[in-house]
């Protein structure tokens, strides 16, 4: 799968990490280049979870996952993260040991063009956005630059479709309403048609009755 999306440039760079029993074998037979594979446990090895809740009597987080989120919320913050940068994943590959995970977690990089401590963990975890404190206008004003356009025809743009929407339901509303009337119209129709001609086969066999009679007394 990853070779046909490099074939088709659908990616950069893949970090593809798996957190299961015997997690470095599903990295194995990887021949696309720029993914870099870990796992959490080597071939022959259990994965194991870190804690459960008694009460509820399942697992909350697994291991691996444990000690990496740790690790970031002590090493990736304040000044370093915010310009993006920060710790490689060659350092954070360094916490995880066997005391730990209970298992000896790896990582393959042949496939990568950048050596493991030139990769940044930011560079696929984490995302700071840039916030500004200012007014309501100022905020406009610079939204207005973000996007290149009028922020007042934007929010006209946005009300004539929300009115032409609402008026195509009201129109499907109502000819849905006219089919229901028109139904109702074919239906008393068919029930008047159904009445006359139950009262002319109820006249047929009078006729038929009465005439069955006047035959049998002659007859007779």
Request: glycine share 12%; net charge positive.
């Given at each position: 799968a990853f070779m046909e999306m490099h074939y088709q440039k659908r990616y950069n760079e893949i970090l593809y990490i798996v957190e299961t029993?015997?997690?470095?074998?599903?990295?194995?037979?990887?021949?696309a280049p720029n993914?870099?594979?870990m796992g959490s446990s080597d071939i022959g090895e259990m994965s194991y979870s870190h804690h459960m809740d008694s009460d509820i009597g399942v697992a909350m987080i697994d291991r691996f996952t444990y000690y990496t989120l740790e690790w970031m919320e002590n090493?990736?913050?304040?000044?370093?993260?915010?310009?993006?940068?920060?710790?490689?994943?060659?350092?954070?590959?360094?916490?995880y040991n066997?005391?730990?995970?209970?298992?000896?977690?790896?990582?393959?990089?042949?496939?990568?063009?950048?050596?493991?401590?030139?990769?940044?963990?930011?560079?696929?975890?984490?995302?700071?956005?840039?916030?500004?404190?200012?007014?309501?206008?100022?905020?406009?004003?610079?939204?207005k630059q973000k996007i290149g356009g009028n922020i007042?025809?934007?929010?006209?743009?946005?009300?004539?479709?929300?009115?032409?929407i609402i008026k195509s339901e009201a129109e499907r509303r109502r000819d849905e309403?006219?089919?229901?009337?028109?139904?109702?119209?074919d239906l008393d129709v068919l029930e008047h048609q159904n009445k006359r001609r139950g009262t002319g086969i109820v006249l047929i066999g009078i006729i038929a009755l009465v005439f069955?009679?006047?035959?049998?007394s002659k007859i007779v």
């Open positions: 029993c015997q997690g470095t074998t599903m990295y194995e037979e990887f021949k993914v870099l594979g090493h990736m913050k304040g000044e370093e993260r915010s310009r993006g940068r920060g710790k490689g994943l060659g350092e954070m590959m360094k916490i066997k005391d730990l995970l209970r298992a000896q977690p790896k990582y393959r990089n042949d496939l990568f063009q950048r050596k493991i401590d030139d990769i940044m963990v930011s560079d696929f975890f984490g995302s700071v956005a840039e916030v500004r404190e200012g007014s309501r206008r100022e905020g406009q004003e610079l939204l007042e025809e934007e929010r006209k743009t946005i009300v004539k479709l929300k009115d032409a309403l006219e089919e229901r009337k028109q139904e109702g119209k069955s009679g006047f035959v049998w």
